[in-house]
């Protein structure tokens, strides 16, 4: 391990501050990057940023952050009982430098006390160093790029996105009754078949899942964007795309995986890339409930609904008659007095418009747009 003196950042989310110890991006005299070292750790990226944005911040008995780098998921989750891997040592002393730097006590090597919050690394790869263990709430930011070359911060560690396929398979028997995993991901998109398929197939059967992808690159942009900050030499880039060629890849989609261990069990597998924003772990949460429990026509009919005017998935795209339900939904009117107030304004047949109200208010209900009042 080399001798480090780490560059530190401050973090705010909410009234919660630290200090996260990382290493700086290497850059020459004139400021240009240069190649990252393959034992990087990173600072807050975007990725990082994302993560700490999606995660619900509610207090947990047990949570587990996967790949914690360092430690900025770590040192902002709220739990009696912390665990934090990583199999890089650099990054765990990273982590170990944040507890400090942010006032954490330290109870021995890499135990840590914040309040009656205690919060202990381990160094392994992704599961290993939690074998047998249960967790209430668990994430990671793991290295998902694929096929990259060869950054432990963020190449991931099995061939193409074999790391998304291993992650849910085994993350289902961590997870205490009740529990939500959060985790970033990327995922090929076959060029000879349906990325939504390849990835339902993948889905365990003991928790629900949520699939939503942010972006999706072709193989090139994808090369490009992975390469800017690290300085890829363009030999090693060509290898790279010949290796995403190998394995049938046209591109590259990423974004975001929730699984929740509850009584009701579904999957959505989703594209959000026309959202506004990533969402916050209250909305992450009021999505799991949705998906859990799509409203059947009558109670959709019967209710009062309140309309989220500014949602994270961005506006509501609307056709006249649904404008029209939604100007009654607004005055308290329930989807039922809202089809019988617009049928007498709008010329459409009124078996129709039900059908066009009871399917468009399912599908605002399942995403959040309508919420019972
Ligand atoms: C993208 S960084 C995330 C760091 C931090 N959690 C964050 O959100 O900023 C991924 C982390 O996973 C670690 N990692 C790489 N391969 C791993 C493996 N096989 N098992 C566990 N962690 C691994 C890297 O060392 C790195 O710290």
């Not at 940023?49 to 780098?69: F, Q, S, Y």
């Not at 074999?162 to 970033?184: F, I, K, T, W, Y």
């Not at 059947?296 to 309140?306: F, I």
Request: overall charge negative; some cysteine.
């Amino acid at each position: 391990m080399t001798a480090t003196s780490w560059a530190e950042t401050k973090l705010m989310r909410g009234r919660t501050l630290r200090v996260i110890a990382h290493d700086p991006l290497p850059v020459d005299a004139e400021g240009t990057p240069q190649p990252l070292p393959a034992d990087f750790v990173m600072g807050i990226g975007g990725a990082t940023e994302t993560l700490l944005e999606l995660t619900p911040r509610r207090h947990v008995g047990r949570a587990l952050d996967i790949g914690c780098g360092s430690g900025a998921q770590t040192l902002f989750l709220d739990a009696d009982r912390i665990i934090a891997t990583d199999i890089d040592e650099r990054a765990l002393a990273a982590a170990n430098a944040s507890c400090h730097l942010s006032g954490f006590r330290r109870l021995e090597p890499d135990v840590w006390r914040n309040g009656d919050t205690l919060i202990e690394f381990r160094q392994g790869s992704l599961l290993e160093p939690v074998e047998g263990q249960r967790f209430d709430l668990i994430v990671a930011n793991p290295p998902f790029v694929i096929e990259g070359v060869g950054h432990v911060h963020r190449d991931s560690p099995l061939p193409g996105d074999g790391l998304v396929r291993d992650l849910l398979a085994q993350l289902p028997s961590h997870m205490n009754e009740g529990a939500v995993a959060v985790l970033l991901a990327s995922w090929m998109h076959p060029a000879d078949g349906d990325w939504e398929e390849r990835l339902a197939d993948w889905l365990p059967d003991e928790v629900s899942t949520w699939v939503a992808q942010r972006d999706v690159l072709d193989i090139d942009a994808y090369i490009d964007v992975w390469s800017a900050d690290a300085a890829v030499p363009p030999a090693e880039r060509l290898l790279w795309r010949a290796r995403l060629e190998a394995l049938g890849a046209s591109g590259i989609g990423f974004g975001w995986i929730v699984l929740h261990r509850a009584r009701a069990h579904w999957s959505v597998i989703e594209d959000v890339s026309t959202a506004s924003r990533v969402p916050d772990g209250d909305e992450v949460l009021a999505q799991l409930a949705a998906f859990a429990s799509p409203p059947d026509a009558l109670t959709l009919l019967g209710r009062s609904w309140t309309f989220a005017d500014t949602h994270w998935r961005g506006p509501l795209a609307l056709g006249p008659v649904e404008a029209a339900l939604l100007d009654e939904v607004r005055t308290g009117a329930t989807i039922e007095a809202a089809v019988a107030a617009v049928a007498t304004r709008l010329p459409v047949d009124a078996d129709d418009l039900l059908a066009l109200a009871l399917a468009w208010a399912r599908d605002a209900a399942l995403r959040g747009y309508l919420v019972p009042a």
